[in-house]
């Protein structure tokens, strides 16, 4: 699958119009018609860790508090982190029900959540709680996340870079997204879009890029079973960053990403110049 990447030859000075270049309209072409917001790159081309041969762990710790939630109790141990592949996976076994998590803490964080952990996910580096979740991983698709805003967060986060970069993405649709004509729309138009760069395998350019990384976060709304969460994402050092407006549903007793119209992801992608209004989040900085 074809993602935005941030190579040396794509590198601009910092007074040129971000949205007149070409890489950039480019990768907003991609995101409408497929899937998530073109910042985020790959290093090397493709969908990293196509190589690898293995399935995709995540690192999820399956340790849950017993109170809160209308999630059924039911734990189990989940695999530790690893670096992971794009294999194409068997297909999954029935979903098992979500451990209780604590959901007494309804506050939406005007700081970096606590007890934070961070796990590789093909390069990306992906927040995980051990009281907010998610407390499950099938395969790609990770789930069980508290019922709170830092639940939501964290889902926020986890989902859709999930979405864009698995090889089976169709597991992560189907037990990651909230259900409706919008995701049936995603799943044709990027199943179309799967067949495609199928038939006519893209070539390796050997460039290099830079896969970029959570950097802050912004609530725009929250209530119980709707989280209206704007994205950070940035990387150079903080010199090229960029963010996505997303739609987080409570659906079926789970946090899921809600598509927009057409089956986008994202409502809004636009370069950012700084931090401004925005929670500083990132590994090594929770």
């Not at 999630?71 to 690893?82: K, M, N």
């Not at 799943?187 to 890029?209: F, H, L, M, N, V």
């Amino acid at each position: 699958m074809a993602v935005f990447r941030r190579t040396a030859r794509d590198r601009r000075p910092q007074n040129e119009n971000p949205f007149q270049a070409r890489g950039f309209v480019a990768a907003v072409g991609f995101i409408v018609a497929m899937v998530l917001f073109g910042v985020i790159a790959v290093v090397n081309g493709g969908v990293p860790g196509a190589d690898d041969g293995g399935t995709a762990d995540d690192g999820v710790s399956s340790a849950a508090a017993d109170t809160g939630d209308e999630q059924e109790a039911d734990s189990a141990a989940l695999p530790a982190a690893t670096p992971t592949s794009a294999s194409p996976l068997p297909s999954a076994a029935p979903a098992a029900p979500c451990p209780a998590l604590d959901a007494k803490d309804r506050a939406v964080p005007t700081l970096a959540p606590d007890g934070v952990t961070w796990s590789l996910y093909h390069d990306s580096l992906l927040p995980m709680s051990a009281t907010a979740g998610p407390a499950r991983a099938d395969g790609d698709a990770v789930r069980c996340f508290a019922h709170t805003p830092v639940g939501a967060l964290l889902a926020a986060a986890q989902v859709t870079t999930r979405y864009s970069f698995s090889a089976d993405w169709q597991l992560v649709m189907d037990r990651s997204l909230a259900p409706g004509p919008e995701r049936d729309a995603a799943r044709t138009a990027r199943s179309a879009a799967e067949a495609a760069a199928s038939a006519s395998p893209r070539a390796d350019t050997g460039t290099g890029g830079t896969v970029m990384q959570l950097a802050g976060f912004k609530f725009v709304s929250y209530t119980d079973d709707t989280a209206v969460i704007q994205m950070m994402r940035a990387t150079d050092g903080g010199l090229h960053m960029s963010s996505a407006l997303y739609t987080i549903k409570w659906v079926e007793g789970d946090w899921r990403l809600q598509l927009q119209s057409g089956g986008k992801p994202a409502a809004m992608v636009q370069e950012e110049s700084s931090l401004s209004g925005f929670v500083p989040w990132q590994a090594g900085g929770s």
